[in-house]
């Protein structure tokens, strides 16, 4: 996504650094690797202004608390990936809430990926993909 439209900033945020991700990343201005203190980074980010397109909520165990402070930021044109949405029992009810959740639209559930998008002009529906 960062690469099709080079003026869009991607977050994606992991409490563990991986290298091989750091080492894929590196080289993509466009795309903010945020490990560590994930909510100190948003913290960060919000005290900025600022009003995230693309949102890749990795590894994470505050995922829930990041969601739910980003919403309010969504746009029509923002999009959420939410890392391993199956992960845990506790993560897969979360996921069944996300999509569920009136403030969200269209929802895609990739397995080991989902996406949440939050255009409200467009009917609200959930779609799963099989990459089989």
């Known amino acids: 996504m960062a690469e099709a439209n080079a003026g869009m900033q991607v977050y994606t945020f992991s409490e563990q650094s991986e290298d091989a991700v750091k080492r894929?990343?590196?080289g993509k201005s466009s795309i903010d690797?945020?490990?560590g203190n994930c909510e100190a980074d948003m913290d960060?980010?919000?005290k900025e202004g600022v009003k995230p397109e693309v949102?890749?909520?990795a590894h994470t165990p505050a995922y829930k608390e990041m969601f739910e402070r980003l919403v309010p930021l969504a746009g029509k044109h923002t999009c959420f990936i939410i890392g391993n949405p199956y992960a845990t029992p506790e993560k897969k009810r979360w996921w069944k809430e996300v999509i569920a959740?009136?403030?969200?639209g269209i929802t895609f559930d990739l397995y080991d990926v989902g996406l949440v998008f939050f255009d409200k002009e467009r009917v609200k529906e959930?779609?799963?993909v099989n990459f089989l």
Request: net charge positive; aromatic share 6%.
């Open 24 to 26: 894929i990343l590196s």
């Open 33 to 35: 690797y945020l490990t």
């Open 44 to 46: 960060r980010l919000l």
């Open 55 to 57: 949102v890749h909520i």
């Open 101 to 104: 959740d009136p403030r969200t």
């Open 126 to 128: 959930h779609r799963i």
